[in-house]
């Protein structure tokens, strides 16, 4: 299952992150009420192209991240810089090990 | 006897104070471990339609786009992928990051899609071979 384009802009007090909502099998349009953005805290949003089910797992990953550093102090929440070289990392090791993850990731926020 | 040879820098960054400490970001990390930061992005198919278009805009207005402008661009630039991708939907979502009046930061998702308005009154004078 994959989706198709994000698009991000910067503008004087923020960030806009856009992508239409269709996930498609191949070439058939299968689901089309898909939100593929996903807030991770109030610093962070993030959005996908690429596969689902890999973006899911990438949600998990980073979502559990948030949670066991808020167990140190609850109002700690990940930047998008901590989240993007996290994901960086991540994608790099995977790709390494030959089973890369088929998503390019949109980190945005402030 | 495991010696780790590896002489390790370590690098800081000064911690920043007030609204500086919240600066707009947008970051990508592509399939293969490869990143970067930009004022404006399109990815996917969109890249070759509306990257051209976004980083335009946001070079003549020199980043300060106002948010409905802003809107405005991103909507045109859903509006050529709709046009021109056939892997995409006229529904889309809206996630927007900014400062509250507090001064702090908020991100906001949209939880309902809206539909984009298109045109389709060219498609009787189209003539042709379709796949």
Known sequence: MTASSVYAICYMDGVMLACDSGAFQGGTSRYKGVNRLYRLNSRCVLAFSGDW??????????????IKLQHADPDLEMTPKMVQSY?????????SKLDPLWDTIVVAGR | ?????T????????IKEGAS??????GVVLQRGTAFNVKSLATGIGSYFANQMLESEVRKSNGQLEKDQALEIV??????SYYRDCHAACHYNIAVSEL?????????VSPKSESLATNWDISERVSGQFY
Do not use: T
């Not at chain 1, 994901?87 to 790709?95: A, E, G, Q, T, V």
């Open chain 2, 21 to 26: 400490q919240y600066e707009p970001f947008i």
């Open chain 2, 1 to 5: 006897m495991c010696g780790v040879f």
């Open chain 2, 100 to 108: 509250d009046e507090g001064g702090s930061p908020r991100a906001i």
């Open chain 1, 87 to 95: 994901l960086c990392m991540f994608f790099y090791s995977r790709r």
């Open chain 2, 7 to 14: 002489s390790p820098i370590v690098g800081m960054e000064p």
């Open chain 1, 53 to 66: 089910a890999d973006f899911q797992f990438i949600q998990n990953l980073v979502e559990r991240r948030q």
């Open chain 2, 75 to 80: 909507k045109k630039a859903l509006q050529i």
